[in-house]
């Protein structure tokens, strides 16, 4: 709605949601610049500045918050600014990073920020909102390509619901998928929003702790800290040892244990382990390091599984 023809975008790719939204974007017909950078790092509100530099035309932005796919988070707060400062609409995927990190759009100048509920909010699948600024709303209404008649058209939803008095709905909903969004939206509320992102951190902060102290080998995929998602950590395996068929080992322990190996090439040396929602507990990186740590002593490797049950209990006691 907001792009077509005639858009310079500046598409960030943190991880693989950010390379498709680069492929949706010229689907759409606008000129995307790609600024891809390491998956084990995050993009700095300096580089965003260096491509505005290097490309002053550039009229959109799209970023993905948090990275569930690679495990890095990316300082939207600092980007914000210089994207404001060039005048350009920001996009803001969120869907990752909504109940476990702060997700403030008003203030860091996001113009359209997409959330779901399936992910760090431990809701259902299949429902989405989004949050539009006045400036992403008067580029819509110039677009003739924005979609129309349709669920993906914004601008119908403004002018039959939003404009008018919000009466009645445009299409039937997904009623089931909306009753299990309200009861998961109550649990939040009843815990607390700032109750639920310590949890996700404490999850991140045990996680990444816990798999230096296993050893192994075993290593955080993203680097520094600071950088790292509080929804998954990645974890990259030794040289010679293939992460799909670690993972492989220790689900078969667990099926139930919220560990995944990379997508596509990433399948050979990065292990997953996804702590959002209801898997954002100690009880659950407790197992899922457990599992690994028995997965790489039966590849032959030195590991100390106790030790990185103590670190996890060291965070979360902290």
């Known amino acids: 709605g907001t792009a077509g023809p005639g858009t310079t975008a500046l598409n960030v790719i943190t991880g693989p949601y950010g390379q498709t939204f680069g492929d949706w ?52 707060a600092e980007i914000g600014e210089v994207v404001r400062k060039h005048g350009a609409l920001f996009y803001l995927d969120a869907v990752a990073s909504i109940g476990a990190e702060p997700v403030l759009p008003d203030a860091w100048g996001v113009d359209l920020c997409v959330i779901g509920a399936q992910k760090a909010m431990g ?14 709303w008067a580029r819509m209404a110039a677009n003739p390509g924005a979609p129309r008649r349709s669920y993906l058209s914004l601008l119908d939803w403004k002018e039959r619901w939003i404009d008018g008095g919000r009466r009645a709905l445009l299409h039937a909903p997904a009623q089931l998928e909306m009753l ?15 109750v639920v992102m310590a949890r996700h951190r ?9 798999a230096v102290a296993l050893g192994g080998g075993l290593e955080p995929y993203v680097r520094e800290a600071r950088d790292a998602a509080p929804v ?38 990065m292990i997953r ?34 030790a990185a049950l103590r670190a996890v209990d060291d965070i979360n006691a902290a």
């Open 180 to 194: 299990a969004l309200e009861a998961c939206v109550e649990r939040i509320e009843a815990d607390g929003p700032d």
């Open 273 to 306: 382990v996804n702590h959002y929602g209801k898997d954002a507990t100690a009880g659950v990186v407790r197992g899922s390091l457990a599992a690994l740590g028995a997965a790489l002593a039966e590849k032959g490797l030195t590991v100390d599984v106790e």
């Open 232 to 269: 998954a950590t990645t974890l990259r395996t030794p040289a010679g040892v293939e992460a799909s068929e670690v993972v492989a080992r220790a689900l078969a322990s667990d099926p139930a244990l919220p560990l995944a190996a990379g997508g596509g090439a990433l399948a050979k040396e």
């Open 123 to 136: 809701g259902p699948a299949g429902v989405s909102a989004v949050s539009v600024s006045e400036r992403a």
């Open 25 to 76: 974007l010229r689907d759409c017909g606008a000129r995307v610049i790609d600024l891809a950078v390491p998956f084990h790092t995050a993009v700095t509100a300096r580089q965003i500045h260096d491509a505005f530099k290097r490309h002053p035309e550039i009229d959109f932005v799209s970023l993905v918050h948090a990275e569930a796919a690679t495990g890095n988070t990316n300082p939207v």
């Open 202 to 210: 404490a999850a991140a902060r045990a996680t990444r702790a816990g």
